[in-house]
């Protein structure tokens, strides 16, 4: 409970002290969207409903959105104390640009004003469908005990059931299971019964090994439940985990998908050099290859997806993003998230650079910008929606945006 105190006293400081500094590169927009959205310029409104021509509004999913917790009002959420460590300045700015984006003003609901933000933006637009809401459990050690001081933050997998059952129609909730844990089948089948079909790993920072025995066995429990794994792929910078990057290599889920587990592979693994782990002895190559080269395994067709979060982050854009501009055919095997709360740190993503590069036209600039004051979720679907192909002006297919044969459409079983 001390801890708790120390780090909603910090929140506080920083809320009223801060704010002012980290706004302009996080969280730069108007928190009444409801007021904001009666301000909309016509031609920012023309782009929305662009956006969603051809979409039905009850199949439309973002399969990558975060919960955010510090346990205020018996969540149960955690975050390490060091992310509220003035003497760690990287990590400190981090987690109170991590705040802003979220919307947080109150250092007493953390948590609740968190979910109210995520529902007014959906309810501001009820076209943008349902949310992946993702619980993230514990590093674990090679011993299958949690290591909380190794841990940026934990999000109880009762939590986002819970507010799922509050809120049925807006989130999916996605449970975070680590395979070391001694009760991880346990749990597994636990959460089954509760209706979650999904489990979120982020390798690098929960210390999880793909190829782990451990994980093997969780792997063909999913099969047997038919359950969907999303994962980070990729070297990752949003939470800790340096030492533990080639944890994030697309080729340790070979296994899963030989075992005819579905995978999805968030990111597109678009950060980072990973071990070619078919050909040992090779050259490193960028992760985001090795992906590509899963995703051309037919044999992998309807077992392996790429999930389209980061791709459109300012560095990270370019031959990911192309490679999906350039495979349409393949739109069946992509599927759309956000990452929500990061597009809400405006500093990430450039509407100058997507149309420097060409995604985006400058007519279209101010309008975008316009719609990320209004709303940020709504701003990183639409400009998916909106960006084409430098050469080709070839679009994300339609398909991308619904949750094909992984969620079933509201109102449908």
Not at 21 to 33: K, Q
Not at 356 to 380: H, Q, S, T, W
């Amino acid at each position: 409970m001390k801890g708790l105190n120390f780090l909603i006293a910090l929140l506080c400081l920083c809320l009223s002290g801060c704010q002012a500094l980290i706004r302009p590169i996080a969280g730069d927009f108007d928190l009444d969207v409801f007021k904001s959205k009666k301000e909309l310029s016509p031609q920012a409104k023309k782009l929305i409903d662009e956006a969603f021509e051809g979409l039905d509004p009850n199949c439309t999913v973002d399969f990558h959105v975060h919960a955010v917790g510090i346990g205020a009002k018996g969540t149960g959420a955690w975050v390490n104390p060091k992310m509220g460590d003035l003497f760690s300045p990287k990590k400190y700015t981090k987690y109170i640009a991590y705040m802003s984006a979220s919307g947080i003003t109150s250092a007493d609901n953390v948590d609740g004003e968190y979910i109210d933000r995520l529902v007014n933006l959906k309810k501001s637009e009820p076209r943008l469908g349902r949310m992946l809401l993702f619980a993230f459990d514990y590093f674990h050690n090679k011993l299958g005990e949690a290591v909380p001081e190794n841990s940026t933050f934990f999000i109880p997998n009762d939590y986002v059931i819970k507010i799922h059952k509050i809120y049925p129609k807006t989130f999916i909730p996605v449970a975070s299971i680590h395979p070391y844990r001694k009760d991880a089948l346990v749990e597994l089948a636990r959460v089954y019964k509760e209706g979650v079909r999904f489990i979120k790993w982020l390798p690098n920072a929960q210390h999880i090994d793909a190829m782990d025995e451990r994980s093997i066995k969780f792997f063909k429990e999913m099969k047997n439940l038919n359950m969907t794994l999303i994962t980070h792929t990729g070297h990752e910078k949003a939470v800790e985990g340096e030492e533990f990057q080639k944890l994030g290599n697309p080729l340790k889920f070979r296994k899963a998908l030989d075992l005819g587990t579905k995978v999805i592979m968030a990111h597109f693994a678009s950060l980072g050099t990973c071990q070619d782990l078919d050909s040992p002895g090779a050259p490193d190559q960028s992760c985001f290859s090795l992906f590509w080269r899963l995703m051309n395994e037919k044999r992998y067709e309807g077992l392996l997806y790429g999930e389209t979060s980061a791709l459109t982050l300012y560095t990270r854009i370019g031959e990911p993003l192309d490679k999906l501009l350039e495979n349409p055919k393949m739109a069946n095997r992509f599927v759309h998230g956000s990452d929500y709360p990061l597009p809400a740190i405006n500093i990430l993503y450039r509407t100058g650079q997507y149309v420097d590069l060409g995604y985006l036209k400058e007519v279209d600039r101010d309008a975008m910008n316009e719609i990320y004051r209004f709303n940020p979720l709504l701003f990183n679907f639409v400009t998916k929606r909106k960006m084409r192909h430098p050469k080709t002006t070839q679009r994300m297919s339609n398909i991308i945006f619904h949750g094909k044969d992984l969620v079933s459409c509201l109102g449908k079983k």
